[in-house]
């Protein structure tokens, strides 16, 4: 057995780093739900044709007005149109941007409401019990809107389950119980926790979640160790970004192997050469170290890369390729390794979230169109370049006229090899564009 190499984390830079329940909602008559003087919602033209269309999402400016009770604001209402014909019902939520996310096409109450939860969450789950076997025990268990249920979503890890409620309407205990009990009863996991996510938090005005498990089979296990194409990582449900992994690359893991296997990177000179830029906790880069013989990840978080040498460490009987982590601001580092003439056989680039907002993408563009330059720059002839964009709001089209326009500059000839999205776990709704965020293009580079 091959002894493995000693990594190392280099660094550039210093390091940095139970609301009450809502009142319930009588049944009530469609005609009433939707009569001028009900109670319930009233929505614009364009939200109504959207919804007709078959979008889940009503934003805050496009609601015309609002009748419901004093006091503390429902989880559900009514919505109808301008002519006051029902469109569905609701979760309500009156700071966000995103006012109204529909849970159904029909005037229903909180237990209808539960009940459709339920059986929506175990369909969910049972969708996704066929991606799992003993090379991979973590995925995505509901996806919010591409699930029918807006705003939750629960992620496996091994024998922890991580549940999100990302929505005003869904803060209640009626809804956790619920969500407990499908999730005990479908995968009798170890414990389940849950963890918000603090932007989302705050603006749609969510009770400070308990820190206590939502349920433990014993003593609270905040930590574990999953699988991910036959490959192990750590969690820890207190540290990391999202739930603490991103599930959603996990088919874009395997393919950049698969593809640097294809493209005979083992057999080069010096057994090929991987930057994973923006690596995390090292997906990218240790799946890549089972073929390259050097491998560097480029990360601005300590914390991040300080799991990624945990997770290389986990796979040592698996690995023997040379893996070095770089700590520090990754458009500075690119620069200074492009001018300086540095060279690789694949890189990858998978960047945060540029754009989230409209307002935002023009920058955003800039931003990949700087990263894609720099690593173009720095391809060996028949090189690997994988590049993601995880930015709903930048599309197909604008993402490869950036990469395009990156080739020209750097005097480039790119071969478009596969487009490919979010792992299966995570499903694209066609009545739902923000489902499709994860756009990752793999390119030969002459």
């Not at 499908?182 to 005005?205: T, W």
């Not at 923006?278 to 073929?291: I, K, M, P, R, T």
């Not at 023009?362 to 720059?377: H, I, T």
């Not at 395009?404 to 000839?413: E, L, M, N, T």
């Amino acid at each position: 057995m091959t002894k493995p190499r000693t990594s190392r984390i280099a660094s550039t830079q210093k390091a940095h780093k139970t609301a009450p329940h809502a009142p319930p909602i009588e049944r009530i008559h469609e005609r009433a739900a939707a009569g001028a003087q009900g109670f319930g919602v009233r929505i614009n033209r364009r939200a109504a044709d959207r919804l007709r269309a078959g979008h889940l999402w009503v934003y805050a400016s496009d609601v015309d007005s609002v009748e419901v009770p004093a006091g503390e604001a429902p989880a559900l209402v009514p919505v109808a149109d301008s002519r006051g014909m029902l469109l569905g019902t609701a979760l309500y939520s009156p700071t966000s941007q995103i006012g109204l996310r529909i849970v159904s096409r029909e005037a229903i109450d909180e237990a209808a409401w539960l009940q459709l939860l339920e059986a929506r969450l175990r369909v969910a789950i049972r969708r996704r019990l066929p991606l799992l076997d003993e090379q991979t025990n973590a995925c995505r268990l509901c996806f919010s809107e591409a699930d029918e249920l807006p705003g939750l979503v629960a992620d496996k890890y091994g024998d922890l389950v991580i549940l999100q409620l990302l929505a005003k309407g869904l803060d209640s205990a009626a809804v956790r119980e619920r969500c407990v009990r499908v999730l005990r009863e479908e995968l009798a996991p170890a414990a389940i926790l849950e963890r918000p996510d603090p932007r989302v938090r705050e603006l749609e005005g969510l009770s400070a979640p308990s820190q206590e498990p939502l349920y433990a089979k014993a003593a609270a296990v905040v930590s574990t160790e999953f699988r991910l194409n036959g490959l192990a990582f750590h969690f820890d449900a207190n540290s990391g970004q999202k739930t603490g992994a991103f599930l959603d690359q996990r088919a874009n893991y395997a393919a950049a192997a698969e593809w640097a296997r294809r493209m005979g990177f083992a057999t080069r000179d010096g057994g090929g050469r991987a930057l994973d830029v923006c690596c995390y906790q090292g997906g990218f880069a240790l799946h890549l170290a089972q073929v390259c013989a050097q491998v560097t990840g480029i990360d601005a978080s300590r914390a991040s890369l300080e799991v990624a040498e945990r997770n290389l460490l986990a796979n040592h009987s698996r690995l023997a390729a040379q893996v070095d982590w770089m700590e520090g601001d990754v458009f500075q580092i690119l620069r200074d390794w492009s001018d300086a003439g540095e060279s690789f056989d694949a890189i990858v680039l998978d960047p945060p979230a540029f754009a989230k907002s409209l307002r935002a993408v023009e920058g955003a563009l800039r931003g990949y169109k700087e990263l894609n330059l720099r690593a173009l720059k720095m391809m060996r002839p028949g090189g690997l370049l994988v590049t993601c964009s995880c930015s709903h709001h930048v599309g197909w089209s604008e993402l490869e006229a950036s990469v395009a326009s990156a080739a020209a500059d750097a005097r480039r000839r790119v071969r478009l090899l596969e487009r490919r999205g979010a792992a299966p776990d995570h499903p694209v709704v066609l009545n739902l564009p923000e489902t499709e965020y994860l756009k990752c293009l793999v390119l030969e580079v002459e």
